[in-house]
Each structure stands twice: as C-alpha cells, then as structure tokens.
C-alpha cells in the first residue's frame, strides 16, 4: 500500500509542468529604478492576448526555455541558443489560426562572418485550443 501512495505521488509530480524561475534584481539594486507613470508612445507595440500566447507556444517548441548549448559550443552557436537572436512575425489566418514565424535576427550571432542561414520556422497555431497544427522549417 506504501508503495502504491509513493508511486501515486510521484506520477503526479511528473505531470505537473515545471515552471522555470523568474530572475529579479536584488532590492537595493531595484531601488533606484522608478517606472514611469504611461507607456511611452513612441516604438510602442500592442499585442492581442491570442498573437502573445500563440508567440509563446511557437517559442516554446522552437528553442524551450531549459535547453542549454552543448559544452564545446563556438560563440555563434551559443548565440543560437539564446532566444534575443531570433526575430518574431505573426499574424491571424482566418478562423481560429495564428501563423507565427520565427527567423535568426540578420545582425545576431555574426562576428565578421556572413549572417546565420535562416534557422527559423513557421508555426500555425489554434487559438482555440491552443495546439500546434503545423510547422515549416526551411
């Protein structure tokens, strides 16, 4: 019966998500930062609630948050890995659907040598149900 709970537990545990921590800077060094009062106007975007989830689900799939480059990774590779070297586009497809296109940002990871091949892909995503239909890598 031990046995049972323990196996129970720890089935449940693994269905659970993990939740990777949030990084903030330590109080005295958050002090001296005030937010303004608005948003500024200008290089201001709106995202709709849909595009921001459907963007975060295609990320997810296209470079998840834990993976980590391997350990003998040149500088540009590990740029890769990084999720700032890669550019977001996404737009609505008709009912339901959300495209999102992942492409490497022409000026990351490029020290003197040609720009990164497009290493990106696309996504259609169901913003109802919210599960990947397909993707196309090049």
């Known amino acids: 019966m031990r046995h049972a709970l323990v196996l129970s537990c720890l089935a449940l545990c693994a269905c659970g998500t993990t939740r990777l921590p949030t990084h903030y800077v330590p109080p005295e060094e958050a002090a001296w930062y005030k937010l303004p009062h608005e948003l500024p106007t200008e290089g201001r975007k709106t995202l709709s609630g849909p595009m921001v989830t459907a963007i975060q689900l295609a990320m997810d799939d296209f470079l998840p948050r834990q993976t980590r480059p391997h350990w003998d990774a040149t500088p540009q590779e590990i740029c ?13 497809l008709g009912e339901g659907v959300m495209l999102v296109r992942i492409t490497t940002n022409p000026g990351a990871c490029r020290w003197g040598r040609e720009p990164v091949a497009d290493m990106g892909s696309t996504y259609a995503v169901d913003i109802r149900n919210w599960r990947i239909l397909a993707i196309q890598r090049p």
Request: proline content about 8%; charged content about 15%; hydrophobic content about 30%.
């Open 80 to 92: 890769l890995y990084q999720r700032q070297s890669y550019d977001v586009h996404a737009a609505p």
